[in-house]
């Protein structure tokens, strides 16, 4: 064994082997990196669409809806004012707030806007018409003490009605069939529901809470038949349907949350002559709008949305004996001040005052 191995040491063997694992460590060192490189090239990734660019995508469940782009109808201001509580009178004239300053905008059906209540410290967030013709203005205050007055058609003879001492931040109103009139309270936050909706009686005195525990009461609406209230929760993204019992009273499992949102978050509502509900939804440039049994059909998008500008869509007004939506929005911090939209819903308005 001894002179074989010496042999094999002569002839070279150990150096033959060591030129044969030289070799194959030469091979491995060249496949190796093909094999990382490979590897890379077909790893999963992310890759950026149309949808993923945008800050506003449509979430998926909501894509399949009809869908129309709003036309742009009048630009109020190039400044970003935060329009909110659009209504129409019973001349048709579109009125609306601007709420960090207070006033009270009428525009009418010839595009001619005036101011009817001046710049205040109270601030404005809603606007209801009573039948009589007065305007009643809800108000959140400075986030602690808010407010509903009335004026006169003409912005004159201010009345309060519910004061700051009542302790209200009164985001939303309307009127029901008596004359009395349900509002929303924006106490709370996504993680405190101090808020709630509260019934006014028709003598205009008598406060009575209807739901209480909402995280940000914002939008409310009354269904054609005044029996069903439809209210947006800003603070948990969430769309109610309460069926009423009387005037304040909720019926026995009358009350259900008919949809969440995805997203920056409802606001206004309003319903149609057939009962579909539509919600602004402030900070993403459009409305989705629901059946009469709370099912999303349809949904109005606003120019430019894509490009961060109408996002805060925050109220809409149908134009009463048409079908002819007006929709407030504002662009915040990018270019595009304060606009008015409009487009075509499912159905007409409301008869006006129908509720009173």
Same mark, same amino acid.
């Given at each position: 064994?001894?002179? =074989?191995?010496?042999?094999q ?8 082997? !060591? ?11 060249? =496949? =190796? ?18 949808? +993923? ?16 782009e709003?036309?742009?109808? @009048?630009r109020? +201001? ?10 129409f ?30 710049k ?5 967030s !809603? ?52 004359g ?12 405190d529901? !101090? ?29 054609? #038949?005044?029996?069903?209230? =439809? ?77 961060g ?11 009463? !004996? ?14 595009g001040?304060?606009?008015? @939209?409009? +487009?075509?819903?499912f ?6 005052? #129908?509720?009173?």
């Open positions: 064994m001894m002179k =074989w191995m010496a042999a040491r002569k002839q070279g063997e150990p150096g033959h082997l !060591g030129s044969m694992l030289g070799t194959t460590c030469l091979a491995f060192l060249i =496949w =190796w990196p093909s094999i990382t490189y490979s590897q890379e090239k077909t790893m999963p990734g992310l890759q950026h669409d149309a949808l +993923s660019r945008s800050s506003v995508p449509i979430p998926p469940s909501e894509r399949g809806l009809q869908t129309v709003a036309e742009p109808y @009048f109020v +201001s190039d400044q970003p004012l935060v329009l909110e509580g659009a209504v009178d019973r001349r048709e004239n579109l009125l609306f707030v601007d709420a960090a300053s207070g006033r009270v905008f009428r525009l009418s059906p010839r595009k001619q806007l005036e101011v009817i209540v001046p205040n410290t109270l601030g404005a !809603g606007l209801g018409i009573h039948k009589d013709g007065r305007i009643f203005i809800t108000s959140v205050g400075d986030t602690r003490q808010g407010s509903i007055r009335a004026v006169d058609p003409d912005g004159s003879n201010m009345q309060t009605i519910i004061g700051e001492d009542r302790g209200f931040l009164a985001n939303d109103i309307v009127f029901d069939s008596s009395g009139f349900y509002f929303t309270d924006s106490h709370g936050s996504s993680t529901g !101090g808020g709630g909706v509260f019934y006014a009686d028709p003598d205009l005195e008598t406060v009575l809470p209807v739901m209480q525990g909402l995280a940000v009461g914002n939008g409310i609406a009354l269904s054609p #038949s005044g029996g069903e209230l =439809w209210v947006t929760e800003h603070g948990k993204n969430t769309l109610h349907r309460v069926r009423l019992l009387g005037r304040t009273g909720v019926a026995p499992f009358g009350s259900t949350v008919a949809y969440y949102f995805t997203g920056p978050a409802p606001d206004g509502a309003r319903v149609d002559s057939e009962g579909n509900v539509y919600v602004a939804i402030s900070g993403q440039g459009r409305v989705l709008v629901f059946n009469r049994n709370g099912l999303p059909i349809g949904q109005v998008v606003l120019p430019e949305r894509e490009g500008r109408n996002l805060k869509s925050t109220s809409l007004a149908i134009r009463p !004996g048409s079908d002819e939506l007006l929709i407030v929005a504002n662009s915040g911090n990018e270019p001040g304060a606009m008015i @939209f409009r +487009s075509q819903g159905a007409t308005a409301l008869p006006l005052y #129908s509720h009173q």
